[in-house]
């Protein structure tokens, strides 16, 4: 899941050296943080967030197949 995030994330941005993705465990779900330049959050966010919701939107569709519930932060 890490890796898809990230590889979203990289395709967005204009620094993809400058992408990080934490993830861990915390009350039977997989949390995501997703760090991007400052430059670049309005990239990942979009236009009243509809490039995160999207984000979001692939990544739990991926998480059904495993049966995970996954949350990603944008930070």
């Keep these: 899941m890490k890796d898809l995030v990230e ?5 967005l941005v ?3 050296d400058q992408v990080v ?10 949390h995501l943080e997703l ?3 400052e430059s670049d959050m309005g990239k990942v966010i979009g236009k009243q967030g509809r490039i ?3 984000i ?3 990544v739990k569709a991926a998480g059904m197949k495993t049966d995970e519930k996954v ?4 930070v």
């Design 7 to 11: 590889m979203i994330a990289k395709a």
């Design 14 to 16: 204009e620094n993809p």
């Design 21 to 30: 993705v934490t993830e861990s465990r915390k009350e039977n779900a997989l």
């Design 35 to 37: 760090r991007v330049a």
């Design 52 to 54: 995160a919701r999207a």
């Design 56 to 58: 979001r939107t692939v």
């Design 71 to 74: 949350i990603i932060d944008i």
